[in-house]
DNA sequence: TTGAAAGCGGTACCAG
DNA sequence: CTGGTACCGCTTTCAA
């Protein structure tokens, strides 16, 4: 994996003489401006302030003007604390996510928010970081700034973790999985049963030596597995040197790591399953590398379906999740609850899953029939 | 670009009957409970509680079992807007990026919370979205948190976002990018040098026709690419029909879309610069598909050296910044500051940036000799 | 070691 | 339409 590369240093070098102290001449710090700062400079009331920002058509356009003058020339931003403090309201939507920056997260947030800033929610996000322990720091931190509701992805909190939510007197909803004991309301798709299918795809083309990869093992990644040993097993498919995992998050070259694992100790491998799509990535280079042609050699295929694995070469077949819908729906049915107080009909959601068929396990020279699939 | 892509539909699906209304039977929202309520279980007052819980050793260990069976009967979580109101503190570090979900973000997020959560800080992160007017409206949002400091991605803030930061009285950080006129403290690297420096070290190796490609253009982007004319021009390279951008963000499938687009006009293209690594990607797997060599017929470096440049086949060259040093730096500047007072010896720091040269400019038949590279 | 009282900065509820 | 007055939940004096 280690390809041939040059180092070429440039620009400036990060060097410890810019740590050097420099005692601080005058902590300066400036008090904020608060309320009753811009009422003094406005010439009214702290009240009449408070409703120039919030019901701005409770007050003459005259003080209005002399209001929003104030604040600007004071730079004046009002204290969530104070305002949540005494109105006991945050219009802040708690999300927790197991990390910001793996992209399966990326649709999703970005469903949060395109959902409910318009509506004028905050979206206040966590991340777990694919911790149990720094899960249940993070709720009991998000459950102090008294978000109005809870969108969790995962279903498998600990017994703390999930007591908080359960008392926490607001809307709970659980995501990207499903679960038969939600903590409120739930929305998501079996993973286990995502995972079975892609195999089943596998064996549907005809391939018997059957690989699985998978970086990370958090719940999600468990349940792919679980689905994958299944399908092996009721197919009667032995798995034995043909599964590879590695506790190291995921990434591409984990990828190529893991199938070059597999391959070493079973060059006959047919087809591969990855738990993600950087896997799969990686899988594919390392094919090219060791001449392997996919898929007429090997096919690949992907779980999430992110946005690359389209437009790889070959672009890659991947298991497709609706992220993005699971976001919305997840934000649309918070925003029911806490406006209308109408909840959905079932507190379990199945979003359900696709797979998007490419390149990366359709030879060309070999059409196969098909077969439907289903567990 | 559209492979050839079939669906096949699995699992339940999405319909709308999810979403039948639902009246709630009874708004059950049990009150959350307080300091009081543990202080009156635990037969103590609330003062004491709340010694308890900041701190312990100053209670009777007595108490303080009662009060932490309290705690946990109740399923207890301190309410930060009261704390924050009463003490003044808040412990938060606020942290606005463009994106969430960007990988360049990954690694500065990771360090920032590597950095901040050991030392007792919490993290507030909020996305700008790569809008200024999202950006100016998330800096007020966050102000309004009381954040005890400020690190913010990029330089270019609006006059008014800009005014509200200078009046925070908080330390503010200006990441990633390098400015004469910092708000507060400056930790980034010249993009336009960077930008500058790939293109040299693509002339440098021989190359005429070098193409640029870049997708929304922010702020960055822009000054990159200020850096590839300028190379260019001080060459005496013309750069006619060798730049394709677009206002969509970036991707792997644009990156493909823009080579593509350069190739049409110009087919005698020799090397390409890109302005991030997915467009590279994009890009190499564009050349793959219409077999192009690289980097025999064309060269291609990108820029942030992300994960996957390293494993890529070939592996991607591209400029290495110093992300997670980076953030690292910045939080420790923010923690000098809150902590000790002390500020760094300078306001502006350069971490510089490197040029990881790999197999995508690097063709192994003729190797060639090379200069010292400097703007 | 524990408790009582006084706010922190806003907003809701009344009165004027 | 505007202003006075409690009070939100907690922490920080200060006393006991």
Redesign the interface.
């Known amino acids: 994996?280690k390809?041939?590369?040059?180092?070429?240093?440039?620009?400036?070098?990060?060097t410890s003489?810019?740590?050097?102290?420099?005692?601080?001449e005058e902590?300066?710090?400036?008090?904020?401006s608060t309320l009753a700062d811009v009422a003094k400079l406005a010439g009214v009331s702290a009240v009449t302030v408070s409703r120039a920002l919030r019901h701005p058509r409770m007050v003459s356009s005259a003080l209005r003007a002399r209001i929003d003058a104030a604040v600007s020339e004071?730079?004046y931003?009002?204290?969530?604390?104070?305002?949540?403090?005494a109105s006991a309201r945050?219009h802040a939507i708690g999300v927790i996510v197991s990390s910001?920056?793996n992209?399966v997260?990326?649709d999703y947030?970005?469903a949060l928010?395109d959902t409910l800033l318009p509506a004028g929610f905050?979206v206040?996000?966590f991340?777990s970081?694919y911790s149990a322990d720094e899960e249940e720091k993070v709720i009991?931190?998000l459950?102090?700034?008294?978000p109005e509701a809870i969108i969790i992805a995962g279903i498998d909190q600990t017994p703390h973790g999930r007591?908080?939510l359960?008392?926490?007197?607001?809307p709970v909803i659980q995501t990207f999985e499903l679960t038969d004991d939600p903590i409120d309301i739930n929305v998501g798709?079996?993973q286990r049963?995502?995972g079975y299918?892609a195999t089943q795809?596998l064996i549907d083309r005809g391939h018997r030596r059957i690989g699985y990869t998978a970086a990370r093992l958090d719940a999600r990644a468990h349940a792919r597995m679980e689905g994958y040993n299944r399908a092996m097993a009721d197919a009667r498919l032995p798995t034995d040197g043909l599964v590879a995992t590695t506790p190291r998050p995921s990434?591409?070259?984990a990828g190529?790591e893991l199938i070059g694992a597999i391959l070493d100790r079973r060059s006959d491998l047919e087809a591969l399953f990855c738990c993600d799509d950087?896997l799969a990535?990686?899988a594919l280079?390392e094919c090219?590398?060791r001449d392997i042609a996919v898929p007429d050699q090997i096919s690949i295929i992907g779980f999430n379906d992110l946005?690359?694995a389209?437009?790889?070469?070959?672009?890659i077949s991947s298991v497709?999740t609706?992220r993005y819908?699971m976001g919305r729906?997840a934000a649309?049915?918070v925003m029911?609850?806490i406006e209308?107080?109408?909840?959905?009909?079932?507190r379990r959601?199945?979003?359900?899953?696709?797979?998007?068929?490419?390149?990366s396990t359709?030879p060309v020279a070999r059409p196969q029939a098909r077969r439907a699939?289903?567990e």
């Open positions: 994996m390809a041939l590369s040059r180092r070429i240093d440039l620009g400036a070098r990060l003489k810019h740590l050097i102290a420099h005692p601080t902590p300066i710090r400036r008090k904020r004071l730079a931003v009002p204290d969530v604390a104070a305002s949540r403090l945050t910001l920056t992209g997260f990326a947030l970005r928010h905050q206040v996000v991340s970081r009991a931190t459950l102090g700034q008294h007591r908080l359960e008392r926490s007197g607001v798709l079996s049963q995502a299918a795809y990434s591409v070259s190529g950087n990535l990686g280079f090219q590398r946005e690359f389209a437009c790889a070469h070959p672009p497709a609706p819908e729906l649309e049915i029911k609850i209308i107080g109408e909840r959905p009909a079932d959601i199945d979003v359900g899953f696709t797979i998007s068929e490419r390149g359709m699939l289903s």
